[in-house]
Structure formats: structure tokens, C-alpha cells
């Protein structure tokens, strides 16, 4: 289905696609980032790893030739990365720190 | 102690020898999973060798290893060994080969320098490996905690790394094992999903690493036993194994622990999408008995067994009360999934409420390669590799059924480390395809690396301790909140810790010297009167229900007990 999806939004340089089912499958990620809007506090949501993800899906489908980009890929893994360093570093810094 | 040593690479040797000759006989076609298909069936095999040894009373260094050194020169007479040869030898770059050899050395010193020291494994897992060493065979004794009556299966290879020797400085080896299962199930995957071999076995260490599982495997504990399982099924379903490998994974599995059953539906749903490539129908018969029957004995026996005892193939579980302080969910709960499901994705994948550890307290312990660029890797690859698409279809329902089967709580994510295991593939599959990617994938796995060599349950000051004692007499006990305050050969045990604070596997001392009696009297006379029936020394008092704290306060009170150190007592 995702085929058909980013077909359709090749076939329409980068619009967005108006079949059925590539309608439903961009309303995952817009269902996704919706639902964070909604749940997650401003603060939280830069670093939220559902938003990120729901962004780089979102490209995906809409700008299919975007979302293969090295520069996308890249940029999103090291933000996830980056989220993730950032949370649990003062936890892995401190059982390092007690060795000393 | 030489001999045993002897007797332990005899039993390893004819292990794996013997599941060389039985998969070559049976003709299965594993495919690249045949790396995975030798270690279930030497799973399978020293599983059911320590059942049979425990079942007559021959759960020695001596019974076990005269059944090991017979079977080894069976296999030796019959040329077994000659056939070796014809095993695929994989050819990896030399960074593959040295980044696992180093991290084999390192989990090599993490099992030599380690002692149990996870609450759960030292209350109601070892007790009883301690007891069936002490006796040589199974006793009906295995502690007093309810959860000692659970399936022991894991508690079986446990025991294989134990017995010879009749010692436990091996006994992490056996989480070890199964660490190894799950990352050749996941090097399998890989090839299964296209990746070149390279990458597949990248993932496969990667998975290995992942901190949650990495640490439950050297801690004594059997989630990542059933997470390996769990894995290797899917493995040995994808590479269309054929239904008695299969079987005889799910029984190993479903002997350990009953949460390998609440993965099953994910695992049915993969076998059903890819039912056309198995190939179990050209299996010959005995293969179907040998394979099945195995199968049933080693899922079966355990919950025969609590049938046969308590009338209740699942006991404790039903009994009413039993699990007040530390509740386990029994059936299905959709609010258990909300809450788990809820907890993950917003908590608990970032690992960010706390440090990495055995029990993932308040994380999920899938590690920076899950996170950053597992579900990317996912979402990218989706709509261009079939395989992926159905493994993740079978581990996101598989993950679904076991978080509606347990219970929330800061620990319930043990559970589901089998899933790493398809986000690291996504992960290889989208680095492999876009190089630019690769040093995320290199800075996560050195993240990894660096968290996964000490846990906040066995910190640095700790494993100094161990590592300066002579390894005969390493053991945990040494820095534990009671240790022992003076020598004793018998010690009493009071009680049911529900905290996992308890010692009790640790107070037989690494060799197993020490004989522990537990005492069940609910008043202070009939205590007293059993520690001096039973020649107890030492008391150790661990009481947490009512009736225990009051036997013990009056025990006290009424100078029938003394208190010697922290939760050590004597009798007058």
C-alpha cells in the first residue's frame, strides 16, 4: 500500500497523494503527531521521539525522493540519537562515576 | 575439582557434537539458521540430561559425568567428529571477528567475576539449584518463597554449569548461552531479511548488547533466556525450520517461564504468513516423536510436576492472598496494556527514568541503536522488504499479547526483550542501505558498549570486592546488607522476602558447603524446637507477612531467640 502511496505522490511531484489508501497511511503519522500535540506538554515536545519519527514518516510519504535524502536520514537519527543521549547519560555518567 | 572441569568440557563437548549428529541425521533444512538450530537442540539436550539425572538421584559430578564421558565416546566411535568438517564456516570481515571475540572475553570475565546477586534469582531460582546439587538429584525442598514452585527450566542449564564442578563460578555461563542463541537468531534474520552476512551478524551483536538483555543474561535471571527463545522460534520460523525444531524451541521455552507463551500468538501469525517455505512435511517420523516427545517433557514436566504436587499446574498463581506484596497478573488485562503500552512509548523507550540494570527498573533497556534508529529503520524499510514487515508484524503482535498478560509495574518490561531484536534489524537494514548513517550506528553501539559493563545492581566497588576474593570463595554475600557474622554449617531460614532482598541462594556459599534448613513453624515454640531438631546454628529471619513477624517478635521477646547481627538470630 505504501508502494501505491509513494507512487502517487511521485506521480504528483511531491503533492500529496489523494488515493485511498495513501490517504490512510498518511493518516498514521498525522494521527501520530496529532495525538502528541495533544498528550505532550510544549516543553516535551521537541525532544519527543514519536513526533520526530512521525515527521521523518510524514516526509516519506509526502516528499517520497526527500525522505531517502542523507541529510533527512541523518538529521533524524541524530536528534532521536541525540534525545536519547540526553536522557540517559547523567544515569550511565553516575554508575561510570561511582567506579571512580 | 580437576576431574569435574573434565567432566564439564566432556559434557559440552558430546552436547554439541550430539546436536551436530542429530540435525545432520534428521536432514532439516535450517538453512543459515543452522547455527541457532545446533544450540536449541544442545539446549534441549543438556536440559533433559540434567532432568533425567535429577529424576534418579545422579545429579552429581560423578553420575553426570560418567552419562557425559559415555555419551562423547559413543559419538566418537560412530565418526561423529569426522562430519565437523562439513560445517559453513562464515565468512566475516576481521572487525566482525574482532569486535565479538573481544566482547566474548569480556562476557568470559563478566562470568568468572560475578556472583548472583539479583533478589529474584537469589530468593526463588537458585534455592533450588542449590538444594538439587547439595542432594544430587530433585528434592521436593526449594525455599521459601511461593514463586520457587514456577517452571525451573532455565534453572536446568543452571544447574549443568554447576554440578560438575560443584561450584557456581560458572553458573552466569548459562544466561550466556542463551545471550549467544538470541544474537545467532538475529544474525539469521538478518540474512533472512536480505542483509548481507556482515550485516546480519552486526545486528546479531548489536541485539546482544542490548543493555536490558545483556544484563539479565549475566545475572542469573530467565527473562533473557525467553527473550533468546523467543528469537530463535522466529529464526528457526523464517528460515522454515520445519514444526519439531520449532516445537522443541517452544518447549525449552515454555519450560523456562510461561511468558514465552504469551509470545506465542506473534509467532503463530509469522509461521502462518510464511507457512509455504516450511518444510516439516519431509521429515521423517522418529524425527516428529524424538523432537515432540522432547518437547512435551521439557515444557510439561514442571507444570506436571505443581499438578502432581498442589493440584494446580501454575501454582502459586489463583491461590488467593499469596502474591499480596508482589502481585503477578493472572489472565489477560486490557488496562495492563494501556498502562504498559502507554508507559513504553512514553517513558520507558528512551530509557531516560534510570541506569541500565538486569530488572530494567523503570526502563525498557532496549538501548540508543533500538531508539534512534530502530523504528526510522522500520518505517524506511516497510514497504521494501516483505520478510521485515512480517517479522515485525509477528514481534508487534507478540509484543501486544504479552503487555495485556502482565501486570504494570517498574520491572514488567523483562519481558519484552525479544523486541530489540527487530528494531536492531531495522536498524542494520537502513544503515546498510545508506552509509551516511553509519556513524550514528557506530556512536549508539559504542553507547552501548560503554553501558554495558557495569549495571547499577553489581556497581564497580562490588565486582572489586569480587574480583579480590580467590574465585573458590567469590560470592555476593561479602557485600550484602547481612552478611554472615560468623562461620556456621547449618543456618536456618524464617520467612519470605517479597522484596528481593533476601539471601537465601548466597548463604550456601559458592561451593554449596552450607546446609540451610527452612522453617516453616507459624509459632515460637515449634521454631526453637525445629532449629534445635535440625542442628540450626544460625538463624536468618526474613519476615514479611503478619504471622511470621509475630513468631519471630515473641520468639524475642520470650529470650527463645538472641539476635546475633542484622537479620541473623541464635538460640540462647
Redesign the interface.
Known amino acids: 500500500m ?2 501505491t502511496a ?1 507512487k502517487e505522490a511521485g506521480r504528483h511531484e511531491g503533492l500529496v497523494a489523494t488515493s485511498g489508501s495513501a490517504m490512510a497511511w498518511m493518516a498514521l503519522p498525522a494521527g501520530l503527531l496529532l495525538w502528541r500535540l495533544l498528550t ?1 506538554s510544549p516543553a516535551r515536545l521537541v525532544g519527543d ?2 513526533v520526530i ?1 512521525a515527521i ?2 510524514w516526509v ?1 510519504l509526502v516528499r517520497p525522493k526527500l ?2 535524502a ?1 541529510a533527512i ?2 538529521g ?3 536528534l ?2 541525540a ?3 540526553r ?2 547519560f547523567p ?2 555518567a ?3 562515576g ?2 571512580r | 575439582m580437576i576431574l569435574g572441569a573434565a567432566g564439564l568440557l566432556a559434557g559440552n563437548a558430546a552436547s554439541l557434537l550430539g546436536a551436530h549428529a542429530i540435525l545432520r541425521r534428521v536432514g532439516a533444512s535450517t538453512g543459515h539458521a543452522g547455527f541457532v538450530a545446533i544450540l536449541v537442540v544442545r539446549l534441549a539436550l543438556i536440559s533433559m540430561a540434567v532432568l533425567l539425572a535429577g529424576c534418579l538421584g545422579i545429579l552429581s559430578p560423578l553420575g553426570l559425568g560418567l552419562l557425559s564421558l559415555g555419551a562423547l565416546i559413543a559419538l566418537l566411535a560412530c565418526g561423529e567428529h569426522r562430519h565437523l568438517g562439513a560445517l559453513p564456516r562464515p565468512r566475516l570481515p576481521w572487525w566482525i571477528w574482532t569486535l565479538a571475540i573481544l566482547l566474548a572475553a569480556r562476557l568470559a570475565l563478566q562470568v568468572l567475576l560475578s556472583s548472583p546477586h539479583v533478589g529474584d534469582a537469589l530468593n526463588y531460582y537458585l534455592p533450588k539449584v542449590a538444594e538439587w546439587v547439595r542432594a544430587a538429584g530433585f528434592t521436593r525442598e526449594m525455599g521459601n518463597h511461593p514463586q520457587a514452585a514456577f517452571p525451573a527450566g532455565f534453572e536446568l542449564v543452571e544447574a549443568w554449569w554447576t554440578v560438575f564442578l560443584r561450584h557456581d563460578v560458572l553458573i552466569e555461563a548459562a544466561g550466556v548461552e542463551f545471550l549467544f542463541l538470541g544474537a545467532a537468531a538475529v544474525a539469521s534474520l538478518g540474512v533472512s531479511i536480505g542483509l548481507p552476512l556482515a550485516w546480519g551478524a552486526l545486528a546479531g551483536i548489536l541485539y546482544a548488547l542490548t543493555p536490558g538483555l545483556y544484563f539479565s543474561a549475566t545475572s542469573c535471571l530467565n527473562d533473557a533466556p525467553i527473550a533468546g527463545l523467543i528469537v530463535a522460534t522466529a529464526a528457526l520460523v523464517v528460515s522454515g525450520a520445519g514444526l519439531p525444531l520449532i516445537a522443541l524451541a517452544a518447549g525449552l521455552g515454555l519450560g523456562i517461564k510461561p511468558t514465552y507463551g504469551y509470545a506465542i500468538p506473534g509467532l503463530v501469525l509469522l509461521a502462518l504468513f510464511l507457512h509455504a517455505r516450511a518444510s516439516h512435511a519431509k521429515l521423517p517420523r522418529w524425527v516428529w516423536v524424538g523432537f515432540g516427545s522432547s518437547a512435551a517433557v521439557l515444557g510439561l514436566f514442571w507444570y506436571v510436576r505443581n499438578v502432581v504436587w498442589f493440584g494446580n499446574p501454575f501454582h502459586p498463581l489463583g491461590s488467593a492472598g499469596v502474591f499480596r506484596p508482589v502481585p503477578i497478573q493472572f489472565g489477560a488485562d486490557a488496562g495492563s496494556l494501556s498502562k504498559n503500552l502507554l508507559a513504553l512509548i512514553n517513558v520507558r523507550f528512551s530509557d531516560q527514568a534510570g541506569p541500565y540494570g538486569a530488572l530494567v527498573d523503570g526502563i525498557a533497556g532496549w538501548g540508543p541503536v533500538a531508539f534512534a534508529l530502530g523504528p526510522l529503520g522500520l518505517v524506511a524499510a516497510w514497504s521494501e522488504n516483505r520478510t521485515l514487515r512480517l517479522l515485525a508484524l509477528g514481534s508487534g503482535v507478540s509484543l501486544l499479547s504479552v503487555l495485556v498478560l502482565i501486570i504494570h509495574d517498574p520491572w514488567c518490561f523483562k519481558y519484552i526483550l525479544f523486541f530489540p531484536a527487530v528494531l536492531v534489524l531495522s536498524a542494520a537494514c537502513v544503515a546498510s542501505r545508506y552509509p551516511v548513517l553509519i556513524p550514528i550506528l557506530v556512536a549508539a553501539a559504542v553507547y552501548q558498549v560503554a553501558g554495558t559493563f557495569v549495571s547499577y545492581d553489581l556497581p564497580a566497588k562490588d565486582i572489586r570486592t569480587l574480583a579480590q576474593q580467590p574465585w573458590s570463595q567469590r560470592t555476593a554475600l561479602a557485600f550484602s546488607e547481612h552478611p554472615l557474622p560468623r562461620t556456621a554449617g547449618v543456618v536456618g531460614y524464617f520467612g519470605v522476602d517479597f522484596r528481593g532482598s533476601g539471601d537465601a541462594y548466597l548463604l550456601y556459599g559458592p561451593d554449596f558447603s552450607r546446609r540451610i534448613v527452612y522453617l516453616r513453624s507459624s509459632d515460637p515454640d515449634g521454631l526453637v524446637r525445629e532449629m534445635a531438631s535440625q542442628g540450626v546454628e544460625l538463624l536468618y529471619a526474613v519476615p514479611a507477612v503478619d504471622t511470621d513477624k509475630r513468631t519471630l517478635k515473641e520468639a524475642i521477646g520470650a529470650g527463645k531467640l538472641i539476635p546475633v547481627a542484622g537479620r541473623y538470630y541464635a538460640l540462647p
Open positions: 505504501m508502494r509513494t505532550v521521539w514519536v519519527l521523518f514518516w516519506k525522505a531517502v542523507p536520514l541523518l533524524t537519527t541524530t532521536l540519537l534525545t536519547y543521549v536522557g540517559h544515569h550511565l553516575a554508575v561510570w561511582a567506579m
